[in-house]
């Protein structure tokens, strides 16, 4: 029998969901938030999460970043051909830079063009970034066009996980869930 591979610790496990929830969460709140002729309070209550949890993941993502550096995951099935495991590789390198340049260009966007982000200003964390008109632009065009580069990703991400959950059926996805690592026999 064929044995199973080697699955993720348990903090890796809780990162990876933590963030894929949150995630999950902006994009809609940011796709809403920027339509026209949405009721005022519900634009900005969707704001208020969208600027204030996304503010958040630029901590989370960097525990996670930080885990990543330091714990390497396990290899994959041998059964798995060289291409896929190519092309997990470049996709994971591409959610990590995506996940990173996400938050801090909204980040950027919000705080060069002179907005509020509730729950830091009632810290009283400085803004770190200067008003600028320009810079704003440029940061709302890049995070607008990330974003889609970002949903195209995750598309292929969650294909491929449930490929090799109900199709291929060969552990990788038990490496990943459930949330919490079991013990192993
Ligand atoms: C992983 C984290 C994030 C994701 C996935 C995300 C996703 C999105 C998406 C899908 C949009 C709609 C883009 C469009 O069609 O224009 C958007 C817009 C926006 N996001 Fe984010 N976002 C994230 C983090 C943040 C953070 C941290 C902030 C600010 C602190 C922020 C501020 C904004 C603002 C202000 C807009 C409206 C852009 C504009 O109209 O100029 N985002 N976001």
């Given at each position: 029998m064929e044995r199973l591979p080697q699955g993720h610790g348990t903090t890796t496990r809780v990162l990876h969901w933590l963030v894929a929830v949150l995630i999950l969460l902006m994009i809609p709140a940011g796709l809403i938030m920027?339509?026209?002729?949405?009721?005022r309070n519900l634009q900005d209550t969707l704001f208020v999460f969208h600027k204030n949890v996304g503010s958040l993941l630029i901590v989370i993502v960097a525990l996670r970043l930080a885990w990543r550096m330091t714990h390497r995951p396990p290899g994959l099935p041998a059964t798995m051909p060289a291409w896929q495991r190519r092309a997990a590789a470049a996709s994971h390198v591409a959610l990590y830079v995506l996940m990173v340049a996400m938050p801090l260009s909204g980040y950027v966007r919000v705080r060069a063009g002179g907005f509020p982000i509730e729950a830091l200003d009632a810290i009283g964390f400085p803004a770190l970034i200067p008003e600028s008109k320009a810079l704003a632009e440029a940061a709302s065009s890049f995070h607008a066009i990330a974003a889609f580069i970002l949903i195209g990703i995750i598309a292929i991400h969650v294909a491929a996980a449930l490929q090799h959950a109900l199709?291929?059926?060969?552990g990788v996805f038990q490496r990943m869930w459930p949330p919490v690592a079991r013990e192993r026999p």
């Open positions: 920027v339509r026209e002729g949405l009721p199709i291929r059926r060969d």
